[in-house]
């Protein structure tokens, strides 16, 4: 199975600020990398597909970029309303289809 | 606007069985793979299984193999999980999630809100 660790697992930033968050894959996954939000108490979103591919409806300071193994994510401009644990997933070929462990974005 | 709405879980003893079921609407059922993905309290999320647009690919983590059926009634809508021999460590909140494909590629674009399994002597 492709394993993917995130880093950090959590940070705390301040209204504005660049956020970043990366992941890396046990394996080369192609472009087969997509994030997703979570909110408390909420089901997750899809934000982005494979790797840079804005989902629908998702502002434009979300953002994705990478490729093989090592991937990132940024939110150029952190709002209040993007408090939430963020997940990679890969979905390169067959399942089984994993997510990273998580990163939690809190306000400072 | 698309809905995906769970029900169906509960306490249970390990051991024994519950079914699942995701009601959907306000998109083309039959044009679309869904699957379950899990996750227990605190805890991260976990693909549990997989099913193309008419059925005719299902898959599964190697975790759930065996024990768990994925299956779809496109005249209904709906969406079930049959989970067989439950143990603990199936303690989660369920969720149904529609994939962006026909054929199950793992693109998870809607979830539901979830539903809560908690197996427990």
């Known amino acids: 199975d492709i394993q993917l660790t995130q880093s950090p697992s959590s940070l705390s930033v301040s209204v504005g600020d660049r956020v970043t968050i990366t992941c890396q894959a046990s394996?080369?996954?192609?472009?087969?990398l997509n994030w997703y939000q979570q909110k408390p108490g909420k089901a997750p979103k899809l934000l982005i597909y494979?790797?840079?591919s804005l989902e629908t409806g998702v502002p434009s300071r979300f953002s994705g970029s990478g490729s093989g193994t090592d991937f990132t994510f940024t939110i150029s401009s952190l709002q209040p309303e993007d408090i939430a644990t963020y997940y990679c997933?890969?979905?390169?070929?067959?399942?089984?289809?994993?997510f990273g462990q998580g990163t939690k974005v809190e306000i400072k | 606007e698309v809905q995906l709405v769970e029900s169906g879980g509960g306490l249970v003893q390990p051991g024994r069985s519950l079914r699942l079921s995701c009601a959907a609407s306000?998109?083309?059922?039959?044009?679309?793979?869904l699957h379950w993905v899990r996750q227990a309290p605190g805890k991260g999320l976990e693909w549990v299984s997989g099913?193309?647009?008419?059925?005719?690919?299902?898959v599964y983590a190697d975790s759930v193999k065996g024990r768990f059926t994925i299956s779809r009634d496109n005249a209904k809508n709906s969406l079930y999980l049959q989970m067989n021999s439950l143990r603990t460590e199936d303690t989660a909140l369920y969720y149904c999630?529609?994939?962006?494909?026909?054929?199950?590629?793992?693109?998870?674009?809607?979830w539901g809100q979830g539903t809560l399994v908690t197996v427990s002597s």
């Open positions: 099913i193309s647009w008419n059925s005719g690919s299902v």
């Open positions: 997933q890969q979905n390169e070929n067959l399942p089984p289809w994993t």
């Open positions: 394996q080369a996954i192609s472009n087969y």
């Open positions: 999630a529609k994939d962006k494909t026909i054929a199950a590629a793992g693109y998870f674009d809607y």
């Open positions: 306000g998109f083309t059922f039959d044009d679309s793979a």
């Open positions: 494979d790797v840079s």
